[in-house]
């Protein structure tokens, strides 16, 4: 009975663990659980590929930095020890033999057999035998006195005893003594007599305290060389950490902005390099957005305009085809809207042709000698009837200076002409009245058409000659005839400059030189 209890009460237990597809690598049962799973590893797997993207750069950003740093630190106290160790035998050895030479000048009148019996004496004077062994030799290079009595009678037989001894002159060396094996630095003098040699006197001190000076000054130094290289370490990877994250998140933001996150923003801190670029990437993702919107917009507008001929167009047409108009008048009136809405929907046929051309650089000018103000004059008469009808008067300010035949194509700077007029009565018509004067300024041509319209809202000026963009405005129109207007006067060397006018309205500046390059 207890082992049935005891199997119940194990069940129970089971029963009330979470069920396994919570537990950590389980995969969700319900879509909810599953999409927040899946949202969840499609973070972790950008984190871990940032991560092995920022780690490679840094790595081989630490790598570069610090290992140089290294081979300059190691060269630097490399040299440095080698020029404290040189500096400090230089001196050593100048102290050994000027030592050696003034006791060889004080033997010089010595035989062989009477110089030994002042060398006790000078040894026994000599200051500095507790660091400085002094050695008399025999003319063949055998100990005969010391100053440490127990290595008369040895035969040193090093490189300093054997040049003495052949040339007759100061020799030097420095090595392992035969003997002890101590490093020492050695000088010997030949003491000389009638230029004969009579024995050799040799200085002698140990280099050990010499090498653990060297061997402390060696571990200071690479101590601080250490130390350099890991302050640059440590600044390296936060400089690295302040520049990586910025570049990272710009990549994050630019990978937002190409799957389609347009107006996506950046935050700015700093106005260094990495704020510019930030900057840019800002500018650029609205941009984008603008452009995206304007294409939209584009789209709808052309659209809608394409639609509302078509469907006056099919509509008298199959109104005059089934006969269902008799009247003349009517007949006559039907057709009129036709032939009417037929030419605005070749209108604007031809301004999208034309802003294809543009855009694909298939766009070319006919230069030719024209008379700009009569060009000018027959857009004038043409649109002040059509004005006319539309209760909107169209005065004509004219110039009665002459001017000289300028270089341009006379049909493009016609269409610049018929488009901006089109414009005024668009979106300046409701003024009841458009003004066009020509002038001579300098060695230009200005054209001004301005209206008495509402005008155009101040924030919308920088962009009211970018193609597809319309603003707030609600007339008709595919948005690129200004776009267009400004290629033919940019190809003419000319400049097209909107803006509001005093009292209202809005003016249209057009300069073309006189003497085209």
């Known amino acids: 009975m207890s082992e049935e209890k005891e199997k119940e009460a194990r069940k129970s237990a089971r029963q009330r663990k979470k069920p396994f597809w919570t537990l950590r690598g389980q995969t969700p049962r319900t879509e909810e659980e599953q999409a927040e799973q899946a949202a969840r590893d499609k973070e972790r797997e950008k984190k871990k590929a940032r991560r092995r993207h920022n780690g490679v750069i840094r790595r081989r950003w630490l790598i570069n930095s610090v290992l140089t740093t ?3 630190v190691a060269v630097a106290v490399t040299a440095l020890s080698l020029s404290v160790y040189n500096y400090y035998s230089a001196t050593m050895l100048a102290t050994l033999e000027s030592q050696a030479s003034t006791a060889a000048g004080v033997f010089r009148n010595y035989t062989e057999t009477t110089y030994l019996y002042s060398a006790r004496q000078f040894i026994n004077q000599f200051e500095d035998k507790d660091v400085i062994e002094v050695q008399f030799l025999s003319a063949t290079g055998w100990v005969r006195m010391s100053s440490l009595m127990d290595v008369s009678g040895d035969y040193p037989g090093t490189q300093d005893v054997r040049e003495a001894i052949a040339n007759q002159k100061l020799s030097s060396w420095s090595g392992q003594d035969p003997d002890t094996g101590d490093h020492v630095m050695a000088v010997s003098a030949p003491i000389l007599y009638n230029n004969s040699l009579v024995g050799v006197v040799r200085f002698v001190t140990s280099l050990q305290r010499l090498d653990a000076h060297m061997t402390s000054v060696v571990v200071s130094l690479s101590g601080i060389g250490l130390a350099i290289v890991a302050m640059m370490w440590v600044y390296t990877m936060y400089f690295s950490r302040s520049v990586l994250e910025p570049v990272s998140r710009v990549t994050e933001t630019a990978k937002r902005i190409a799957t389609g996150s347009y107006g996506v923003q950046l935050e700015k801190r700093g106005d260094d390099e990495i704020g510019q670029l930030v900057d840019a990437i800002n500018d650029m993702s609205m941009k984008i ?3 995206e919107k304007t294409q939209s917009e584009f789209i709808s507008s052309v659209s809608h305009e394409l639609r ?4 006056a167009i099919n509509g008298w047409a199959e109104t005059l085809y089934n006969g269902e108009v008799r009247d003349a008048e009517d007949v006559k009136k039907g057709m009129g809207i036709i032939v009417s809405e037929a030419r605005r929907l070749t209108n604007m046929v031809e301004e999208l042709l034309e802003f294809s051309r543009i855009e694909s650089g298939r766009f070319n000018l006919s230069v030719e000698p024209m008379d700009i103000k009569a060009e000018l004059e027959d857009a ?21 200076e002459e001017f000289p035949p300028i270089s341009g194509d006379p049909e493009r700077l016609r269409q610049v002409f018929c488009n901006l007029l089109d414009n005024a009565d668009k979106h300046g018509g ?23 319209g509402p005008g155009v809202p101040e924030d919308e000026l920088p962009f009211i000659k970018y193609k597809f963009y319309k603003g707030s405005s609600k007339a008709r129109g595919s948005g690129i005839g200004l776009a267009v207007c400004e290629e033919i006067v940019l190809a003419h060397n000319g400049t097209l400059d909107i803006g509001n006018a005093q009292g209202g309205g809005c003016v249209v500046t057009l300069r073309l030189p006189i003497h085209g390059d």
């Open 70 to 72: 290294f081979i300059i």
């Open 289 to 291: 957005d603008q452009a």
């Open 308 to 311: 509302t001929p078509l469907t």
């Open 380 to 400: 004038v008469y043409t649109y002040r009837e059509f004005f006319r009808r539309k209760g909107l008067e169209l005065t004509y300010d004219e110039c009665e």
């Open 430 to 452: 409701s003024g009841g009245r458009v003004d066009v004067s020509i002038r001579k300024e300098g060695d230009d041509v200005a054209i001004r058409i301005r209206d008495y």
